[in-house]
T-cell receptor, first 116, second 112 residues
Framework: DAGVIQSPRHEVTEMGQEVTLRCKPI?????LFWYRQTMMRGLELLIY????????DSGMPEDRFSAKMPNASFSTLKIQPSEPRDSAVYFC??????????????FGPGTRLTVT | GQSLEQPSEVTAVEGAIVQINCTYQ??????LSWYQQHDGGAPTFLSY????GLEETGRFSSFLSRSDSYGYLLLQELQMKDSASYFC?????????????FGKGTTLSVSS
């Protein structure tokens, strides 16, 4: 398997623009997570899905953020409108709850977002 | 609430042994995980402890004491490539699934 795939790897946009980040989880994994990482706040869970259904979005900072998972192999995180404070690395991760008890998460390479 | 505390930075030399501690406070506990993240890379899973004791995987070992709400990651025979950030994580007891809460991470710098 190719692992978790994210696109784009880098995104530079101007304040006010819409940004869409994409993720393809590992095939067969039933959980998908979106994280944001910054130096100040560390690794923050934004939202996660189980079998394509959003379970908890309490980590989504504002209504400007939204996430969807239309099928088991694709998810998007959208920011509209974007602001400079959204600049961060956004990771997507997936896991298989049926394998052991370690709840190991497999992370994608991340999308480095810069909002100017 | 849930919280994890770990040192922000640790430095060591090649060939040495280093221990990265993690104390946690959670309303429920399902095990302690460790992840490694190289600069510019993604976090990768290292180990998981559900029960008290030491788990060894090559040069890395992880320890858990549930009674002390404490664990550590032990790295032996340090190599330059071990320079990275290390995160401890616990499963979020308020979530039905596999959501994790991560510590702020410990940056390990290995020098020659």
């Amino acid at each position: 398997d190719a692992g978790v795939i994210q696109s784009p790897r880098h995104e530079v946009t101007e304040m006010g623009q819409e940004v869409t980040l994409r993720c393809k989880p590992i095939s067969g994994h039933d959980y998908l997570f979106w994280y944001r990482q910054t130096m100040m706040r560390g690794l923050e869970l934004l939202i996660y899905f189980n079998n394509n259904v959003p379970i908890d979005d309490s980590g989504m900072p504002e209504d400007r953020f939204s996430a969807k998972m239309p099928n088991a192999s694709f998810s998007t995180l959208k920011i509209q409108p974007s602001e400079p404070r959204d600049s961060a690395v956004y990771f997507c991760a997936s896991s298989d709850s049926h394998i052991g008890h370690s709840y190991e998460q497999y992370f994608g390479p991340g999308t480095r977002l810069t909002v100017t | 609430g849930q919280s994890l505390e770990q040192p922000s930075e640790v430095t060591a030399v090649e060939g040495a042994i280093v221990q990265i501690n993690c104390t946690y406070q959670t309303s429920g506990f399902y095990g302690l995980s460790w992840y490694q993240q190289h600069d510019g890379g993604a976090p990768t899973f290292l180990s998981y402890n559900a029960l008290d004791g030491l788990e060894e995987t090559g040069r890395f070992s992880s320890f858990l004491s549930r009674s002390d709400s404490y664990g550590y990651l032990l790295l032996q025979e340090l190599q330059m490539k071990d320079s990275a950030s290390y995160f401890c994580a616990v499963r979020d007891p308020n979530q039905a699934g596999t959501a994790l809460i991560f510590g702020k991470g410990t940056t390990l710098s290995v020098s020659s």
